[in-house]
């Protein structure tokens, strides 16, 4: 079984603090994917990684970095977290062939105050 | 504009009854159609998927359509059950579209009630 892991469930910030999330996958995905996910938005594409080192803009990657140092590792960054990133963070991987399944972690619910 | 649109956008129904989502899509060039299933407080997880030359798929009570001509997909539920409770998300995926390959519906959200 595929398993993508995130490192908390629930997780509570202040504005301006910088927030790490954390993302693991144990299948050597080449694909890992970042989302956050609100109710009436549906998800949204933060940064996406299609291999180490690598990193594209999603749709919405204001506000946010990302890190892939490491193949099964993809890691989130708020780099001084505010109000309108309260919302559930969906990590996600995939195999390189474009349309396969992606694998969602759990989710973490962030709320900054 | 590459769009997914789902309804009814939320839908409670009796245990043991059976329902029908929607899912309409403008995406493409058009690879797949996905749906997924999220129960509360959890990541989603593949039910079905369908390619352009498949018409229905099935997973247990759970059996997915495809019109790729009116661009249109279903899935429906029968004899439901209360652990269907969950939000129902269609995806579709784009054909060789580099970045951001899948489209995301906004999901509907199914209660079932006993």
Same mark, same amino acid.
């Given at each position: 079984?595929?398993?993508?892991?995130?490192?908390?469930?629930?997780?509570?910030?202040?504005?301006? /603090?910088?927030? #790490?999330?954390?993302?693991?996958?144990?299948?050597?995905?080449?694909?890992?994917?970042?989302?956050?996910?609100?109710?009436?938005?549906?998800?949204?594409? !933060?940064?996406? &990684?299609?291999?180490?080192?690598?990193? /594209?803009?999603?749709? $919405?990657?204001?506000?946010?970095?990302?890190?892939?140092?490491?193949?099964?590792?993809?890691? @989130?960054?708020? /780099?001084? +977290?505010?109000?309108?990133? %309260? *919302?559930?963070?969906?990590? +996600? *991987?995939?195999?390189?062939?474009? =349309?396969? /399944?992606?694998? #969602?972690?759990?989710?973490?619910?962030?709320?900054?105050? | 504009?590459?769009?997914?649109?789902?309804?009814?956008? &939320? @839908?409670? !129904?009796?245990?043991?009854?059976?329902?029908?989502?929607?899912?309409?899509?403008?995406?493409?060039? #058009? &690879?797949?159609?996905?749906?997924?299933?999220?129960?509360? =407080?959890?990541?989603?997880?593949? @039910?079905? !998927?369908?390619?352009?030359?498949?018409?229905?798929?099935?997973?247990?009570?759970? %059996?997915?359509?495809?019109? +790729?001509?009116?661009?249109? &997909?279903?899935?429906? $539920?029968?004899? *439901?059950?209360? *652990?269907?409770? +969950?939000?129902?998300?269609?995806?579709?995926?784009?054909?060789?579209?580099?970045? %951001?390959?899948?489209? #995301?519906?906004?999901?509907?959200?199914?209660?079932? !009630?006993?």
């Amino acid at each position: 079984d595929v398993k993508v892991t995130q490192s908390s469930r629930y997780l509570v910030k202040r504005t301006g /603090e910088k927030v #790490f999330l954390e993302c693991v996958q144990d299948m050597d995905h080449e694909n890992m994917f970042w989302y956050r996910q609100d109710p009436g938005l549906g998800l949204r594409l !933060i940064y996406f &990684s299609y291999d180490v080192k690598m990193k /594209e803009k999603g749709d $919405i990657p204001e506000g946010y970095s990302v890190s892939r140092e490491k193949k099964e590792r993809f890691s @989130l960054i708020l /780099e001084s +977290a505010s109000t309108n990133q %309260t *919302s559930m963070y969906l990590c +996600a *991987s995939s195999p390189p062939s474009q =349309g396969c /399944e992606q694998y #969602f972690g759990p989710g973490t619910r962030l709320t900054v105050t | 504009k590459n769009q997914v649109e789902q309804s009814p956008q &939320s @839908l409670i !129904i009796l245990e043991g009854k059976n329902c029908t989502l929607q899912c309409n899509y403008t995406v493409s060039p #058009f &690879s797949n159609l996905r749906w997924y299933k999220q129960d509360t =407080g959890r990541g989603p997880v593949s @039910l079905t !998927i369908m390619t352009f030359s498949e018409n229905t798929k099935s997973n247990g009570r759970y %059996t997915a359509t495809l019109d +790729a001509d009116t661009k249109q &997909s279903s899935l429906h $539920i029968t004899a *439901s059950q209360l *652990s269907d409770s +969950a939000s129902y998300i269609c995806v579709v995926s784009r054909w060789n579209s580099g970045n %951001t390959p899948l489209v #995301f519906g906004k999901g509907t959200r199914l209660s079932v !009630i006993a």
